[in-house]
């Protein structure tokens, strides 16, 4: 399972990334806006923090002004990945960069049905929005299910299934006994990962025991 950054925030991405199990990052406007940056410099900042894919998202909301802007943004490094809403326009726009050899993220996936669309459409990947689903009381891991069996029926979709929208680790847990192929993470959601109490607990009682033998691993 790929693990993919989800912010625009470049000191969070450094930090993450410096563990090595980064595999890429996801923006979106939101998160642009956020960093308080122009776009295409911290996206081309964030291009080299990462070797993997970098998800950044076009704003227009028609076909033509989508391509141009999708070109400009796949121009500013080679590890970009143009992100367009799953909407006909956009699907439209993924058919014609992908055929150009861009890499293209779907966002903003609510259903199995778009999910169908997205892998047509050539994504690279496709982004199912997990969270914001169970906010509205539906079941966010079921559509991932929903998606990695549909797509398993098809030798031709190569579509990744990309789950986005993460509140917590155990949407990591159920995505990857799913089989989704990545997931990408708030960069808080991703320490919790490492996080457990009795962890805590069992390293500072070895600490304790290990001070009372007055050695040290290293020689002095
Ligand atoms: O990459 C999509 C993600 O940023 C959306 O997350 O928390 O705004 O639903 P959220």
């Known amino acids: 399972m790929k693990f993919f950054v989800d912010t625009a925030d470049t000191s969070e991405i450094a930090d993450l990334a410096a563990t090595g199990l980064v595999d890429g990052v996801t923006t ?4 642009v806006m956020k960093s308080g940056r122009p776009m295409r ?3 081309g900042e964030i291009c080299a923090l990462v ?4 998800s950044a998202e076009v704003t227009a909301v028609d076909y033509d002004a989508m391509v141009k802007e999708g070109r400009y943004l796949a121009e500013i490094a080679e590890n970009v990945c143009v992100k367009v809403p799953l909407t006909m326009p956009g699907l439209k726009t993924c058919k014609t960069l992908s055929k150009a050899g861009i890499k293209v993220n779907v966002t903003l996936c ?3 049905a778009q999910a169908i669309l997205a892998a047509k459409a050539g994504a690279t ?3 199912p929005f997990v969270g914001r689903l169970d906010d509205i009381g539906e079941d966010g891991m079921r559509l991932i299910a929903d998606i990695v069996t549909i797509y398993d029926q098809y030798d031709h979709f190569r579509t990744e299934v990309l789950v986005a929208s993460v509140r917590h680790p155990m949407h990591v847990v159920a995505a990857a006994q799913l089989g989704a ?5 708030p960069p808080d959601v991703m320490r919790k990962l490492a996080q457990h109490p009795l962890t805590d607990k069992g390293l500072a009682a070895f600490l304790a025991d290990w001070q009372k033998t007055g050695q040290s691993i290293l020689p002095s």
Request: aromatic letters at 10%; proline letters at 9%.
């Open 125 to 127: 990947f496709v982004s």
């Open 41 to 43: 410099e911290v996206i």
């Open 51 to 54: 070797e993997g894919p970098v």
């Open 181 to 185: 192929d990545v997931v990408t993470l």
């Open 110 to 112: 609510f259903s199995a």
């Open 28 to 31: 979106n406007p939101s998160l």
